[in-house]
């Protein structure tokens, strides 16, 4: 009975040690960060739209939420408004 205790109590402090030797690392941060994306509404960012000579179409700045997709179109809200660029060159910047 009391071996089982032992290697219990073991196991969850060899557990917490994870736990907390891990939420310094970088990608910990990210995931923490992209939380509080979503329940927040976004982060304070700018975002440039470019065409495909390099000039700058546009520019939003303000609490912006992204979506992240691998289809090429570059989804995000701001102000309420939804804003869908198709294969475009497209800048953001986390302030």
């Known amino acids: 009975m009391k071996k089982k205790i032992f290697i219990a109590l073991a196991i969850v402090g060899c557990l917490l040690a994870i736990l907390i030797s891990g939420a310094s690392c970088s990608s ?8 509080g994306s979503d329940i927040n509404g976004g982060l304070n960012r700018t975002v440039k739209v470019y065409d495909f000579n390099g000039k700058v179409i546009t520019t939003y700045k ?3 939420d992204l979506e992240p997709n691998d289809s090429g179109i570059v989804k995000f809200e701001l102000n309420g408004k939804r804003y869908m660029y198709y294969n475009a060159f497209v800048e953001v910047i986390e302030q």
């Open 28 to 35: 910990c941060n990210r995931a923490v960060k992209d939380i």
């Open 62 to 64: 303000g609490k912006i």
